[in-house]
């Protein structure tokens, strides 16, 4: 008989040595930079393709009609109780300060700075926005846009300029709409339900209004559009994880709008204050 070979002891195997604790990837931690680089990326691609030719002009007419037709109703509907609790609120207070004369110059410069720009750029965020990023999205998971580079066509140029255009002529011409019906919403409810005046209403109007208040409303919805035009594009462009992804992809870009809308809104009217002095100053 044969001795049986004797056994070679196997090499220890390598042990893994464990993260520190609290201590997480640098991806993890520079996901959310990279994403908005990506962001700044593509709008200043956008911004960029805007002067390039050839320009989609029946694409930007079909979105732009696209856009005003989901957001014009709900925005005069929301702009008339907007509108009209507002006066109730500052009508309230001036009354109980004495100055009941001011409430239409204090409400109605309320709705066209502040509260117009909003609702416009949260209706074309939540509804128009929702749905490019949808249809960009289920596009990015057919391939459709791979098939677009690979044919040479910029989805950028092709797809994602006219729909950014579109959201912003609208919301400049919505802004126009909801400031004259949240107006007239506010004076309706002032003079019937707290037996304001007339004349004094549109006096204080006059008295405490100037131009670049409408400017400032008009610079904002325009600058609302593009940015809810950017975050639904981006987020349309990047969904993860199939159809499940596109879903997900519309809701973070609603969410991302709505806080960048209030950030920005916040910079714009400090700026504007400290630039353009009240009228009578």
């Known amino acids: 008989m044969t001795a049986p070979l004797p056994v070679r002891p196997s090499a220890p195997a390598a042990e893994e040595t464990p993260e520190p604790p609290g201590q997480r990837p640098p991806s993890r931690l520079l996901a959310p930079l990279r994403q908005t680089g990506q962001l700044f990326a593509l709008a200043l691609a956008v911004a960029r393709a805007v002067f390039r030719r050839p320009f989609q002009v029946r694409e930007f007419i079909e979105q732009f009609w696209f856009v005003a037709s989901v957001t014009i109703l709900p925005a005069a509907l929301v702009s008339i109780p907007f509108g009209a609790v507002i006066a109730l609120q500052v009508g309230s207070l001036t009354e109980q300060l004495g100055a009941q004369s001011f409430t239409g110059g204090a409400s109605v410069?309320?709705?066209?700075?502040?509260?117009?720009?909003?609702?416009?750029?949260?209706?074309?965020?939540?509804?128009?926005?929702?749905?490019?990023?949808?249809?960009?999205?289920?596009?990015?998971?057919?391939?459709?846009?791979?098939?677009?580079?690979?044919?040479?066509?910029?989805?950028?140029?092709?797809?994602?300029?006219?729909?950014?255009?579109?959201?912003?002529?609208?919301?400049?011409?919505?802004?126009?709409?909801?400031?004259?019906?949240?107006?007239l919403g506010g004076y309706f409810f002032n003079v019937i339900m707290q037996d304001g005046t007339p004349g004094a209403y549109l006096a204080s109007f006059s008295a405490l209004a100037q131009l670049p208040d409408l400017y400032v409303g008009e610079l904002k919805a325009l600058i609302f559009g593009f940015i809810a035009g950017i975050v639904a594009a981006y987020r349309g462009l990047n969904p993860r994880g199939g159809p499940k992804g596109v879903g997900d992809a519309v809701n973070q870009s609603v969410v991302i709008t709505f806080l960048l809308l209030f950030l920005v809104n916040m910079i714009i009217t400090a700026v504007y204050l400290q630039i353009v002095p009240p009228k009578g100053g």
């Open 109 to 183: 410069l309320a709705v066209i700075q502040q509260a117009s720009p909003l609702i416009v750029a949260l209706l074309i965020a939540g509804a128009a926005g929702s749905a490019i990023c949808a249809d960009l999205g289920s596009r990015k998971i057919r391939e459709e846009l791979d098939a677009m580079e690979v044919m040479g066509v910029s989805p950028i140029q092709r797809l994602v300029v006219p729909r950014v255009l579109a959201t912003m002529f609208v919301a400049v011409l919505l802004n126009g709409l909801v400031s004259v019906v949240g107006t």
